[in-house]
């Protein structure tokens, strides 16, 4: 298998910093892990790296979770927050 993380897709928040979505390990288990990422200078190192505010779950979590943004996307559409046939590109 792949080395972790695997970064599935990354959601911009602006210029400094982006939420990203990866499949990662810990304690040698698989997870799920949507994260804040942020500029940062250290010195005179600078980079973009993450940030505590974020959530990991465990990887058998995931249908679950996949059921769940359905529902979320099909109550959004429901009350007129999002557009029906609405694509966006990765």
């Known amino acids: 298998m792949s080395a972790f993380p695997i970064l599935v897709r990354t959601f911009g928040q602006g210029s400094r910093s982006e939420i990203r979505l990866a499949i990662d390990s810990f304690n040698n288990e698989p997870r799920v892990d949507v994260r804040t990422w942020e ?52």
């Open 39 to 90: 500029d940062f200078v250290a010195g005179p190192v600078s980079g973009r790296g993450p940030t505590k505010r974020g959530v990991s779950f465990p990887i058998a979590d995931l249908p679950d979770l996949v059921a769940a943004i359905g529902e979320a996307e099909a109550m959004a559409l429901d009350l007129g927050l999002l557009n029906q046939g609405r694509t966006k590109t990765a």
